[in-house]
């Protein structure tokens, strides 16, 4: 059986657009998962350690039949694909950064791993974008929809559409 689940994509190292898109493109060829939609790309200032690069994010709309546990590995694979150290500081700068938001089913809560994602409702550069492309997704535990808990979001950074250079 497959379900919707929803992915946060953030980079703010290196060629920041090409990081996501080729995160988005390891995801999209594995047999487990097809990518449905994808968010535009926001550019967004750092929330924790606001002393690095702006951050480009975005959020992308996958169908699978994968488990979460097993999301969370795929996650982490391209993530250590893309150059990522296993042993990243939290907050830091990052060559590619995915975060399992939602699952439409399911909540998870062990060590490693919740969802939904417990910080979500806080963070524009996630609602944002998500509102883009679902925004009567109903959030699992939040009882509410993602557009609801965007206009309830105490974030006052700012989140601007990155508009893409066409190149000739």
């Given at each position: 059986m497959t379900e919707l689940v929803y992915l946060g994509i953030g980079s703010n190292i290196g060629d920041k657009e090409v990081n996501i898109f080729t995160a988005i493109a390891a995801l999209d060829v594995r047999d487990e998962i097809?990518?449905?939609?994808?968010?535009?790309?926001?550019?967004?200032?750092p929330m924790y350690h606001t002393d690095?690069?702006?951050?480009?994010?975005?959020?992308?709309?996958?169908e699978s039949s994968l488990p979460p546990e097993s999301m969370l590995q795929v996650c982490q694979g391209i993530e250590l694909m893309l150059g990522r150290p296993q042993n990243h500081k939290r907050n830091k700068p990052r060559v590619i950064d995915l975060d399992i938001l939602a699952y439409e089913?399911?909540?998870?809560?062990?060590?490693?791993l919740k969802i939904p994602h417990p910080q979500l409702f806080a963070r524009k550069f996630v609602l944002v974008p998500w509102t883009e492309i679902s925004p009567n997704f109903m959030v699992q535990n939040y009882g509410?929809?993602?557009?609801?808990l965007l206009s309830l979001c105490s974030d006052t950074s700012n989140v601007q559409n990155h508009k893409l250079e066409k190149t000739a």
């Open positions: 097809s990518v449905k939609q994808t968010a535009s790309i926001y550019e967004t200032e690095q690069p702006k951050f480009y994010n975005t959020v992308v709309e996958l089913t399911k909540s998870v809560d062990i060590l490693n509410r929809s993602v557009s609801e």
